[in-house]
């Protein structure tokens, strides 16, 4: 029997689509960190982006209240809890000063089904996506998902990594759909200032550009540095800018999923036309537990903050301390930025050649037992995340930066502070 349809398109096993898509590096290094750890041995992970604090005891509590209540055991509406959508509206206007209706909010598992879902909401296929780099590596992989085209627009130090209107413009084509925007960012810590994001919100609006506005650091900024959301400061992008946050770095929350998107109506209602066939209502018990945190105060993100700052601190002026590294203090999040351009090429194990990807991950957690992270423009020892007692101590991570445990992080660097900033390079090419 004879058969004329078109057979597939591929004989892989998996869709070019799917297969196209790259490991998390975050969720890699993490992990493998981890597993080293199980094994015994003393590794300190600075891979994922996440607090190590325990989400705070009133949280936990209003969770556990939840799993013992039978109307959290049943299926709930897709966009969310009600009465988490209206906290969340109250939130916002609290936090942001950004004025929004329950009906707005869309409740996801995570901020990155947040980020996903946004994507696919907006784009065809061909639309290109205005992406400042560094940037976080689910962005891309999300953009390609929805069938858009990433744009890069590269920072680097001399503008403190931050994208100007300038840059922006240059990049604008006619197939411009979206910029996604990020501040305070991840990877660098960066923190725009307001009239900078009120000038890129201005521009967006005259271009007929949507925002994807990533707000998920919002609390976590330091020194003279301030918070702005972009359609505070220009009220007129609302109609066409997507805002998206969580619960999961503000209040030490990454293993609960509870994240959202705020948005236009017709937006937020196709997304949970979407949501609703892709994984229906997040998990009630994280809902319960992200309604009581985000309803209540900001003391225990207050404690957090103030220890992320004093991590920040000892942390880049550890690495600033070694010969040939430059990190610019991050303004907010939980990162370090350092480059390591002028110690490239140094010689290591007695060689001069350049490693591979996966070569330097397994040389950096071997030798100086500490996870890192393989992505962006230049190399992230990703994290304040982490106990001072780790970063300057305790004899892993001390020797990994060339210090002795109880020493003042202005002591002499040992080989392993070199070794760890030398394979810190880049290699992905982003």
């Excluded at 994208?163 to 305070?184: D, G, H, I």
């Excluded at 690495?319 to 303004?331: A, M, S, T």
């Excluded at 030798?367 to 990703?382: D, K």
């Amino acid at each position: 029997m004879t058969d004329d349809t078109p057979g597939p398109s591929s004989t892989s096993r998996v869709s070019r689509r799917i297969g196209a898509i790259a490991e998390s590096a975050t969720l890699a290094v993490d992990a493998k960190a981890k597993a080293l750890k199980a094994a015994g041995h003393p590794v300190i992970g600075f891979g994922a982006g996440e607090p190590d604090f325990p989400t705070p005891p009133a949280i936990v509590e209003a969770a556990i209240e939840a799993a013992r209540d039978p109307k959290n055991h049943r299926y709930t509406p897709a966009a969310g809890l009600p009465e988490l959508r209206e906290a969340i509206a109250v939130k916002t206007a609290r936090d942001s000063g950004l004025a929004i209706k329950a009906a707005d909010v869309l409740v996801t598992n995570g901020g990155k089904q947040a980020v996903y879902q946004a994507f696919a909401t907006l784009l065809d296929p061909g639309d290109e996506v205005l992406l400042p780099a560094p940037y976080w590596t689910t962005y891309p992989e999300a953009i390609a998902l929805a069938g858009g085209v990433t744009v890069q627009v590269d920072t680097d130090e001399s503008s403190g990594f931050r994208a100007t209107v300038s840059q922006l413009e240059a990049a604008r084509t006619s197939r411009t759909k979206a910029l996604l925007f990020c501040s305070p960012s991840n990877p660098t810590g960066a923190v725009y200032r307001p009239e900078h994001v009120a000038e890129i919100g201005r521009w967006a609006v005259e271009h007929g550009i949507w925002v994807l506005t990533d707000e998920i650091y919002e609390h976590l900024v330091y020194g003279d540095a301030t918070f702005t959301s972009m359609p505070v400061a220009v009220p007129e992008l609302a109609g066409t800018c997507v805002v998206l946050n969580g619960v999961a770095k503000t209040y030490a929350m990454t293993g609960w999923r509870v994240g959202w998107m705020i948005g236009p109506s017709d937006v937020i209602k196709a997304a949970t036309n979407l949501q609703s066939h892709l994984t229906s209502n997040v998990a009630n018990v994280s809902q319960r537990a992200a309604l009581a945190a985000v309803s209540g105060d900001l003391s225990a993100v207050a404690m957090m903050r103030d220890a992320f700052d004093r991590r920040r601190m000892t942390m880049v002026s550890m690495l600033n301390d070694i010969p040939g590294v430059v990190c610019v203090e991050p303004q907010g999040a939980f990162y370090a930025y350092p480059s390591v351009k002028a110690i490239l090429g140094l010689e290591l194990r007695g060689a001069h050649e350049r490693a591979e990807e996966r070569v330097v991950e397994v040389v950096v957690i071997d030798e100086a037992r500490c996870g890192v992270e393989l992505e962006g423009a230049l190399e992230i020892l990703r994290g304040f995340g982490v106990s001072l007692e780790a970063i300057v101590g305790r004899g892993a991570i001390g020797e990994g930066l060339g210090v002795p445990f109880g020493a003042g992080h202005g002591a002499r660097r040992g080989r392993y502070g070199l070794l760890v900033v030398a394979l810190l390079v880049q290699l992905r090419g982003k």
